[in-house]
């Protein structure tokens, strides 16, 4: 599976440059599982959240075409029953009393009518995922986010990847030093 996904600029040359630079830091430990697009999935026999903390740093102030490094929690299949399982499984990392908010990148499915596969609207599955959550929502400045984003897995396969983020762990790569 994967825990670990980084966003870079289009283009082969920054898809080269990003994983050299990701070797370089990382190197053991962390192994190339996929990719598409502006997408790479790795995973790390480390704590996701520890190797995107030092990708981040040490990426600051550099020149990079990495632009966001998410650690990953949970790897499901992407239909809404299952989501919902792996954030009532995250939930004893959100502490008691901070706020939240959900973001979804990507679309979940569920079971329509008969029984039928659909697509969820974003709103649907937020606000069906938010139903199992009792901290406050800030949509603004929350103290957590819940996170989860519809990748790509090994060609046409899709997985949702889940995590209980710091708004920190979901910035950009910046440039400032």
Same mark, same amino acid.
């Given at each position: 599976?994967?825990?670990?996904?980084?966003?870079?600029?289009?283009?082969?040359?920054?898809?080269?440059?990003?994983?050299?630079? /990701?070797?370089?830091?990382?190197?053991?430990?962390?192994?190339?599982?996929?990719?598409?697009?502006?997408? /790479?999935?790795?995973?790390?026999?480390?704590?996701?959240?520890?190797?995107?903390?030092?990708?981040?740093?040490?990426?600051?102030?550099?020149?990079?075409?990495?632009?966001?490094?998410?650690?990953?929690?949970?790897?499901?299949?992407?239909?809404?029953?299952?989501?919902?399982?792996?954030?009532?499984?995250?939930?004893?990392?959100?502490?008691?009393?901070?706020?939240?908010?959900?973001?979804?990148?990507?679309?979940?499915?569920?079971?329509?009518?008969?029984?039928?596969?659909?697509?969820?609207?974003?709103?649907?599955?937020?606000?069906? /995922?938010?139903?199992?959550?009792?901290?406050?929502?800030?949509?603004?400045?929350?103290?957590?986010? /819940?996170?989860?984003?519809?990748?790509?897995?090994?060609?046409?396969?899709?997985?949702?990847?889940?995590?209980?983020?710091?708004?920190?762990?979901?910035?950009?790569?910046?440039?400032?030093?």
């Amino acid at each position: 599976m994967f825990n670990l996904i980084i966003t870079h600029e289009p283009g082969l040359d920054n898809y080269r440059w990003a994983r050299n630079q /990701i070797r370089q830091l990382i190197g053991e430990g962390l192994r190339y599982v996929s990719s598409y697009q502006s997408v /790479i999935l790795y995973d790390t026999d480390l704590d996701p959240h520890d190797v995107a903390l030092k990708l981040r740093t040490s990426l600051k102030g550099v020149g990079t075409p990495i632009i966001r490094v998410i650690p990953i929690d949970e790897v499901v299949e992407p239909y809404l029953d299952e989501v919902i399982e792996a954030v009532k499984h995250l939930l004893p990392r959100l502490p008691t009393g901070v706020s939240f908010r959900i973001t979804i990148e990507g679309h979940l499915f569920g079971k329509g009518e008969e029984g039928r596969i659909k697509r969820l609207h974003t709103r649907e599955a937020v606000e069906e /995922i938010a139903k199992y959550v009792d901290n406050p929502v800030n949509l603004d400045n929350p103290g957590r986010i /819940i996170y989860v984003k519809v990748v790509r897995y090994l060609r046409r396969r899709r997985k949702a990847g889940v995590s209980i983020l710091t708004p920190e762990e979901l910035r950009r790569v910046s440039l400032e030093a």
